[in-house]
């Protein structure tokens, strides 16, 4: 099974974005995982339907968790897709 995409839909000056960015980036690093950031101002779509809602992680585009990026369930739910395949 290829690596799960991880990707992080926010937009500029979002302190709560920030902190995801922050938190994501290192659970990321630590498996080795490529994180794709897109900007919803620029996809009106994505901001149609996340506008409220930022930042929000999308895993292997699946929504994980909107607005605040817990660590230990970003690895958890990692570690779960690991073992499923």
């Not at 960015?21 to 779509?45: F, Q």
């Not at 999308?58 to 897709?81: E, F, M, Q």
């Amino acid at each position: 099974m290829p690596d799960p995409r991880l990707t992080l839909l926010g937009k500029p000056g979002c302190h709560l974005c920030d902190d995801a960015r922050a938190i994501v980036s290192e659970v990321a690093a630590e498996r080795g995982l490529e994180v794709e950031e897109r900007n919803i101002l620029e996809d009106e779509r994505l901001l149609a339907q996340y506008a409220e809602e930022i930042p929000v992680l999308l895993i292997d585009d699946r929504v994980h968790t909107i607005w605040r990026v817990d660590p230990d369930r970003l690895r958890r739910a990692l570690d779960a897709r690991e073992a499923t395949s």
